[in-house]
């Protein structure tokens, strides 16, 4: 990926956003609408976890974990305490943060398949807690009777195109911040300690606070994507906490390629393009989904845009060489 | 929450006998199961999430056989072979283009097969849940032992669980071939060069595990309701089982699925409602205090 | 193992039927616009309980075909549009959304399980559509009058409906045989702790001494019972109740036999009665006691027994508890269509209100949807006790239903709901 710079960044992401704001006006679509706030969801939760596969090497398999606090964080603070919107946001956000932080304290100093394991065990302890706590959440039920949207700053949750405009918001704004932590030192740093552990602390970096950095905001951001799920589903469940909503982010991230940004957003696009089409033909979705994946894995063996970056390296490595070859005949 | 059950219950041989065996009834099928995941994970380093798929389709062998033949043996044998040779043929054609690759693309291909199965299953036997029955031989009245109550079909489940354990670890310290699986799972540059065919190994060891999942299957068919997706919770399990007996150690299998068979029968009568989460409690403790596992040192 | 459910099944009919309906309507309406009115219909057909979820889709298929015989929907002839939430509630939510906005349906038809129908309920709140919830027996869905919206309704039973009927049957068994000392199993979630606390309610409400010694709470869809049945053992209660249900009833079930468990206390299982339970086990144990779910002899009528006789002529399977909930709620839209002259959503839901119809699975011959929740009453409910041969539950106690209303109106005003 070339290196861009944080202007152009910004006019990419301004540029992404205009196109997004103006989107319901050109079509009467609904299920359009409905489709970009469930990417906006799907795709700040799983290019969050990209940041730790695909930069950190850290593969989790409980980042479900900070999908399902999110929306049960943000939907228990609207409906218990009549707070603002931006500010149950903002707490929502402090409460991942935080979180991630005790949680990740414990899990980052184990490695790979055992780092993999302890994150599964703590989503699935927040699973059996959000289970059996019934009064506070209403356990298998999930928190009933819709999630209050006061008007904020004349933005009105309730009216679909608001929330429409709100997740394109969070999802540009999620993604250029993720972007810039990607591009910064402290990124480079991680990509590091992905690809040689030892070397990197040997040079003095503190290994441990640089993970354990990586993991809370990644836990962040996928609490962000949690908060605009629940505001989609005017509720909680269970299953945002659970761990198949792990499997499937990895899943988009492994569709969409880790080795590039914006590969687990073209991931989630494509995954929920496949769930929405191949759910209306067939009641065999599994089996569908299952042979797809075989493909993507046994055949490609790697992610879309893994591939096409690749594809267009070879072709011009190819041309390079034929340019010489063409040099060297002269 | 509820502690004085549980004093109360160590102070009673009864229920002391009686929540014991069954912790052992509970951990021998996740043994079976576990241990095939274990071994598959010690030699060919594969994380094998298919493990429950195959479970399950082992239950709808024997589901199958029974009902063809009548014969609980037949449709044992038909649970173990049917899922051993597919296991060969899964490693062959599939896990083996994998291997040394990406973790996460095992994962994948696994991922893909289980919700494939799963389908599968639906397709073949139907989407209701099925019911095999309990073999004449079995019904028996339950035996009574210093006043705790062992049914006869769950004496034969930890017999054959114990056998299938001691077996194991015979055949792996004393035979031949159960040196080579482990000089390959420490070595598998160095036991090609010795000219052994490690394909046919990893084919040989991933079909067995599948075998023993398939097995398990076969066994719990008599008192577990058949139907599409059984496989995942005692795949959950089995995984908190290797991962608490530290990955590729058999001994660790058997210790950590009989751990787990305890920690939900004294869980039940002293935390009802939190059982599930004392055993990812327990996997979480074990994980910080030990990341290896409790045998994780030595591999197979 | 001849099963042919797959889509294409369910199109070439659902063609099949726009066709018929086209060419037999009756003639005075064939002038009109005959225009095909949509109802969406999201429900579970993959995963664990698609067999739930499949029988709801037949028996709704059965019902739409004979309305649009007879005119359909005020004349227009109806199309189901079927759709798969894989059991996920943000599925339904969104499948909800996307048959009325894309797919141009008029109304929903909630076949969803509790979960996946509130997410369903909010969607119909936000679009304001007729929404018939037709499987989920959450009394909250309706009881409550912070969640109504005045353009839902539920057509199907109501977990405080069984819990007055079976309390009240269980009581005078408890009774006549002294049982005093109880136990308890059942799921570990929503449902089981509710349904659950209800029958406990109403049971020591009619039978004061009884006293429960012992709990078990599993989770849905453990495998092993074991853990659950030893902690019963110890506790040696008289009696058991449970709301266990589909296949994790008939695991518990072969799990107890080789305890010999139930041997040794009278079971009270709410959701024995029902096919799929019924005809899985292998070794039905005799006298289990259990509410009725679909049964097609209670009520004892010659309509119920055809139409569970054509259900399964037509599908090759028995009908689930599932089924006679969504064959009605089409008869249900037919009759408000009928009522208010048209196929428009409002006008059926004010025609909907305090509606009567008759229907074979009424407990006299009709039900009613009772206007000051919108909820479903009059529904064939009883309990008996099963045999392991058809008609597995032979005698049926029907609850009285007179009582129930009673008990509910008493409940709700506990709960500040009334």
Known sequence: MPKLSVRTELLVAFAALAVLAMLPAFTSSKALVDF?????????????????????????????????????????????????????????????????????????????????????????????????????TGGDQGLLGGIPRPTFFGVNLANHIHLYMTSAVLLVVGLLLMRQIAQSPFGYTLRMIRDNPGRTSFLGVNVFRTKLT????????????????????????????????????????????????????????????????????????????????????????????????????????????????????? | ?????????????????????????????????????????????????????????????????????????????????????????????????????????????????????????????????????????????????????????????????????????????????????????????????????????????????????????????????LTSGMGFSILIESFIVTVIGGMGSILGALVGAILIGLIRTFGTLGFPLFTEGLMYLFMAVVLIAKPTGLFGKDIA | MTRKKSGLDRRSFMALAAGGAATLSMPHIAGAQAKTIRIGMPTILSGRVAQLGTSSRNAAMMEVEKVNAAGGLAGRPIELVIRDSKGQPQEAARVARELINTDNCEMLIDAEASTGGFAVHEVARDLGVLCMHTNSETSSLTADPKLRIPNAFRCCRQGIHDSAAGGNYAASIAKAKNLTRWGVVSPDYAYGRDTTAEFLMYLKRFAPNVEVITEAWPKIFQADYTEAITKLLQAKPQAL?????????????????????????????????????????????????????????????????AWGDGYRAKFNEYPTNWSWQNALVVNMLAAAAKK???????????????????????????????????????????????????????????????????????????????
């Open chain 3, 241 to 305: 109740y449970s709301c266990l249900w589909g296949g994790d009833l008939t695991s518990f079930i072969d799990q107890s036999a080789i305890y010999a468990l139930l041997n040794q206390m009278e079971f009270f299982a709410v959701n024995m009665a029902d096919y799929t339970a019924l005809t899985v086990v292998k070794n039905l144990p005799k006298g289990i006691h259990s509410g009725n779910r679909y049964i097609k002899t209670f009520p004892q009528t010659p309509a119920n027994a």
């Open chain 2, 1 to 225: 929450m509820n502690p004085d059950a549980l004093l109360t219950c160590f102070a009673s041989s009864a229920c002391l006998v009686t929540q014991v065996t069954s912790g052992f009834i509970i951990g021998m099928l996740l043994f079976l199961v576990a241990v095939g995941l274990t071994l598959i994970f010690g030699v060919l380093k594969v994380v094998n999430f298919t493990h429950g798929a195959f479970y399950m389709l082992g239950a709808y062998f024997a589901f199958t056989a029974y009902g063809l033949t009548g014969s609980f043996v037949a449709a044992l044998a038909a649970a173990a072979v049917g899922t051993g040779l597919l296991g060969v043929v899964f490693e062959r054609w599939f896990i083996s283009r994998v291997y040394g690759g990406n973790v996460l693309m095992q994962l994948l291909v696994c991922y893909g097969f289980i919700l494939i199965f799963d389908d599968v299953v639906r397709i073949v036997w139907g989407a209701e849940f099925r019911s095999m029955g309990m073999p004449d031989a079995f019904m028996l009245p339950p035996f009574i032992v210093a006043g705790g109550v062992i049914p006869a079909y769950y004496l034969f489940l930890i017999v054959c669980g114990l056998v299938i354990a001691a077996g194991l670890g015979m055949g792996l310290s004393r035979t031949r071939l159960g040196k080579t699986i482990r000089a390959a799972s420490h070595n598998p540059d160095m036991v090609s060069a010795l000219g052994i065919n490690t394909g046919l190994l990893y084919a040989c060891v991933f079909g067995f595990g599948g075998l023993l999942a398939g097995l398990a299957g076969g066994l719990a068919a008599p008192v577990r309701s």
């Open chain 1, 36 to 136: 970009v706030i469930r990417a906006a969801a799907f795709g700040l939760f799983a290019t969050s976890l990209n940041l730790l596969v695909g930069y950190g090497g850290m593969v989790s398999f409980g980042h479900g974990l900070f999908f399902g606090l999110g929306a049960y964080s943000f939907g228990l603070l609207m409906q218990r305490t009549g707070l603002p919107i931006p500010v149950a946001f903002a707490l929502t956000l402090v409460i991942s943060a935080l979180s991630g932080l005790v949680i990740g304290a414990i899990c980052v100093r184990l490695k790979e398949i055992y780092f993999a394991f302890v994150t599964l065990a703590f989503q699935m302890l927040l699973h059996s807690l959000i289970v059996s706590w019934v009064p506070l």
């Open chain 1, 214 to 330: 990586a993991f809370v905001l990644a836990g962040v951001f996928a609490s962000a994507g949690g908060t605009i799920m629940s505001l989609f589903v005017s509720s909680a469940y269970p299953d945002f906490a659970y761990w198949t909503m792990s499997g499937e982010a990895i899943f988009i991230i492994m569709l969409g390629g880790t080795s590039t940004f914006l590969g687990p957003m073209v991931g989630t696009v494509v995954l929920l393009l496949l769930n929405d089409v191949v759910t209306r033909i067939t009641p065999h979705y599994g089996l569908v989904l299952g042979i797809v994946i075989l493909l993507f894995a046994l055949g490609l063996r790697k992610g879309i845009t893994d591939f096409i970056v690749e594809w267009f390296d070879d072709r011009r490595t190819a041309r390079i060489t034929a340019a010489d070859a063409e040099e060297g005949a002269r």
């Open chain 3, 340 to 418: 208010a002259g048209s196929a428009d959503g409002k006008k059926m839901a004010e025609a909907l209100m305090g509606l009567k119809i008759e229907t074979p699975f009424g407990a006299d011959g009709t039900v009613t949807m009772r206007a000051e929740d919108q909820t479903l009453i009059g529904y064939a409910i009883g309990w008996g006790t099963t045999i392991p041969t058809e008609p597995y539950v032979p005698g049926v106690t029907p609850g009285d239903w007179k009582q129930i209303l009673e008990l509910e109106a008493e409940w709700k005003k506990s709960k500040g709901w009334a």
